[in-house]
């Protein structure tokens, strides 16, 4: 198993959580799209901006665990851990295995907040360099529908803005 998270929605949270991890380093207060262009070019290497197909070099996974999905998947393997684990009772009393245990509202409404991230964040530019950085991790995870209606609404952002699709976003 391996969990996987749409590439869009990561590189964009990764840039927040940095940010705010470096909130005095003047680099962080860039805007994303300039932080974009820097991971395009090679500047900036983390774990957090590398493509995850990279991940476990090359071993086979038998299922595909979408981050997005945990409402789909997550009963799915605690039914599995269930009738494996003779101590699930101990088990299923985790703070961190409870707050996984996520409803199907609350993956809706992560999906609206993440979106709306992505439509302030995102000029058409830097959606197609992080669409084609990653383009690998969309066609093998399966993001591709969903990568492909996000990059439509940023371009109808961006056609009723005026926009241009160049590195001027606004910063946060």
Not at 78 to 101: G, H, P, R, V
Not at 149 to 166: F, Q, Y
């Amino acid at each position: 198993m391996i969990t996987v998270r749409n590439p869009i929605v990561r590189i964009l949270s990764a840039y927040e959580s940095k940010r705010v991890m470096f909130e005095f380093d003047p680099f962080w207060h860039r805007n994303f799209n300039d932080f974009v262009e820097r991971i395009n070019r090679g500047v900036l290497e983390d774990e957090h901006f590398k493509p995850q197909i990279g991940f476990g070099l090359g071993a086979h996974f038998d299922f595909i665990a979408r981050f997005e999905y945990q409402s789909e998947w997550v009963p799915v393997l605690f039914e599995y851990l269930k009738s494996s684990t003779k101590n699930w009772q101990e088990l299923s009393k985790d703070s961190q295995i409870q707050s996984a245990m996520i409803s199907r509202s609350t993956v809706l409404a992560r999906y609206k907040s993440d979106l709306q991230r992505v439509l302030s964040a995102y000029s058409l530019r830097s959606f197609e360099i992080v669409e084609e950085r990653y383009q690998a991790d969309i066609a093998k995870f399966g993001y591709r529908e969903e990568v492909s209606a996000m990059k439509a609404l940023v371009m109808i952002r961006e056609a009723s803005l005026g926009t241009n699709g160049g590195l001027s976003g606004e910063s946060f």
